[in-house]
Nanobody
């Protein structure tokens, strides 16, 4: 069974950058769509960015377009989320998730395998 573990979170100043990693084990990531989701205190979990398993097509939430970049390295069984120009409103727990379901790109309820999350705090 696939397991995913996030890393790379931390405290960063506004305008700074972080790169989150999502390391998979138990199965190869090749056949899984990968998504990054986040949940800020008092808010619902939302989709941030996703990448497909087939053509590597991507989705970005409007709030992160132009600042975040999702990628995957199937040889390393790892996906990434490069986050630049971070703002306080990006503060949240970031979750990596995976699914093999079709037509699932960034449809949160279709993601079956979730990590425990990594905290990202943007503050001065």
């Amino acid at each position: 069974q696939l397991q995913v573990v996030e890393s790379g979170g931390g405290l960063v100043h506004p305008g700074g950058s972080l790169r989150l990693s999502c390391a998979a084990s138990g199965s190869t990531l090749d056949f899984y769509h990968i998504g990054w989701f986040r949940q800020a205190p008092g808010k619902e979990r939302e989709a941030v960015s996703c990448i497909s398993s087939t053509d590597f097509s991507t989705y970005y939430a409007d709030s992160v377009k132009g600042r975040f970049t999702i990628s995957r390295d199937n040889a390393k069984n790892t996906a990434y989320l490069q986050m630049n120009s971070l703002q306080p409103e990006d503060t949240a727990v970031y979750y990596c998730a995976a699914t093999r379901r079709v037509q699932a790109l960034c449809v949160m309820r279709k993601y079956d395998y979730w990590g425990q999350g990594t905290q990202v705090t943007v503050a001065s």
